[in-house]
């Protein structure tokens, strides 16, 4: 049985980000000065690269969730891993849509086949996939190895798929470390921009791991309904 | 004492009995297409449909063919491969022979290497059928050794995932559509390189232009073959 109220480290760790996020956002319009060619669009990045990190990382968790999941098989293991997914999911979706509303006046288009772009796509489809797929199988421990196979399998092409379309050309800017030189929109940050780039990476990290606990919860709590439900009908 | 029971090995079976168990799989699914031939054959018909769309869609003129040759081919692969991997697993549910083949006291990822082949050997049967008729149609030397070489390393990668994710796909409610939905987004790195490197031998570019894409061609089948060897087990397990 789920306690209704929450546990003191849930509470603790949502009041953290959502505070963390909101400094995050202050300091994107407040702090960080405004960048000279592109204006205050730019802005979007702070958001767009914490969001597609969070939806990278939640790819990541949900494999390693799938491989504890078939070495340990505890279904919290699997409850984790289609949260993550879940969480990743949306994330992914943000890191799309502001990198379009940015590339629009930078790159005068909403859309480019550039590696990063379709790599991030490929993830949402893999994730699409992966929720499919679990609609698809009734019998719950099934649904669990399968997801976990699948997330598995996920996280070993999505690299290659980025490496293999990184061999054609990018004009994707890549802020941290060295870019191509053909790349368009890459800008120096400077120091109050790089504090606030890595504030919003901290604050969307711990905002995504707040989420996963309460994805988890809510999935545990919809079990326990489930079996009372079963035991009343039993009774 | 019954012939079966004196066959069963004591412990962990050997490796010539791990051979034997794969080519025995290899060769049930292989009769079993000689005298049913329905799975090459629809395979076949279905590729033949797709470039024929292609034709009609693309307008696959002397300067178009150029380009989208490799393109056009390895999506007719990719699709009619759909079709025999649903089929094949397909055929081993319906019959519950995937029980027998489970309860046979052979290691899982026999059976893994089995299907696999067997399914390598029905998408190269129909890729070698497809081959002289595109050339054919459109005037183009498709039998480059080269080629040939790039065609089965796709093939291997391809069918090394399909057969993994088509193993899931059949077990699950939404079977039929779930397969294509499940094998493209992973299998992409595969296509990306298989195409490429097509284009690049179609169009005799140097060799050092096309040696990057075979490389991640090869590291795609290796990856994907040893992931499959590595999680069957837990696809299969009842």
Redesign the interface.
């Known amino acids: 049985m789920i306690d209704q109220k929450w546990p003191l480290g849930l509470k603790i760790l949502t009041a953290t980000a959502a505070l963390l996020v909101f400094v995050a956002g202050c300091l994107v319009f407040l702090y960080a000065p405004r960048e000279i060619v592109m204006g205050e669009v730019q802005r979007v990045f702070y958001f767009h690269v914490a969001s597609a990190w969070v939806g990278m990382l939640s790819f990541v968790v949900a494999a390693v969730a799938g491989v504890m999941y ?1 070495v340990r098989r505890t279904r919290t293991w699997d409850l984790v891993g289609v949260s993550s997914v879940e969480i990743g999911m949306v994330f992914g979706l943000i890191a799309i849509v502001s990198g379009s509303i940015w590339a629009r006046p930078v790159w005068n288009t909403w859309w480019t086949w550039d590696p990063r772009l379709v790599t991030t796509t ?1 993830m949402e ?2 994730y ?2 992966y929720v ?2 679990r ?4 019998d719950p421990e ?1 649904r669990a ?2 997801g ?3 997330a ?3 996280v ?2 999505v690299p ?2 980025f ?3 990184r ?1 054609l050309r990018t004009i994707h800017p890549v802020v941290i470390g060295s870019g191509d030189a053909a790349a368009q929109g890459g800008f120096d940050m400077t120091p109050p921009m790089l504090q606030t780039f890595l504030f919003s990476l901290l604050a969307f990290s711990v905002m995504y791991f707040a989420l996963l606990l309460h994805r988890v919860r809510l999935a545990r709590r919809a079990e326990a309904l489930e079996m009372r439900r079963a035991d009343l009908a039993m009774a | 004492m019954p012939a079966a029971e004196r066959s069963l090995p004591a412990g962990r079976p050997a490796r010539g009995s791990f051979v034997r168990a794969v080519g025995a799989i290899v060769w049930k699914d292989l009769a079993a297409e000689l005298r049913s031939k329905e799975l090459i054959s629809g395979m076949l018909v279905f590729a033949l449909l797709v470039v024929l769309v292609f034709n009609f869609a693309l307008e696959l003129d002397v300067r178009a063919r150029q380009s989208v040759t490799a393109g056009v081919l390895w999506v007719t692969f990719a699709f009619a491969g759909t079709l025999g991997l649903n089929r094949s697993l397909a055929l081993e549910r319906d019959g519950g022979c995937l029980e027998g083949l489970l309860l046979a006291p052979v290691d899982r990822s026999a059976i893994y290497f089995g299907k696999a082949l067997g399914n390598l050997a029905f998408m190269v049967i129909m890729e070698i059928l497809v081959l002289p008729v595109y050339s054919a149609l459109y005037n183009v030397n498709l039998f480059q050794p080269l080629l040939l070489v790039v065609v089965a390393l796709g093939s291997i990668g391809y069918v090394a ?1 399909g057969t ?2 088509s193993a ?1 796909a059949v ?5 039929d559509v ?1 397969l294509p ?2 094998l ?6 595969v296509l ?2 298989a195409v ?1 490197a097509s284009t690049g031998v179609l169009q005799a570019v140097p060799m050092d232009e096309i040696w ?2 075979l490389n ?1 061609l090869i ?2 089948d290796v ?2 073959v040893a ?1 499959g060897y590595m ?1 069957f087990d ?2 299969v ?1 009842e």
């Open positions: 078939l490929i489809l893999v699409a996939a499919l797929l609609q698809g199988v009734e099934r190895r399968f976990a196979v699948y598995i399998v996920g070993l092409t290659i798929t490496l293999s379309i061999f | 995932l993994l994710l899931m077990q699950a409610r939404t079977r779930l939905i499940l493209f987004p992973v299998v992409l790195p990306i390189s490429k990057p894409w991640l590291a795609c990856i994907f992931a999680v837990f696809v397990e």
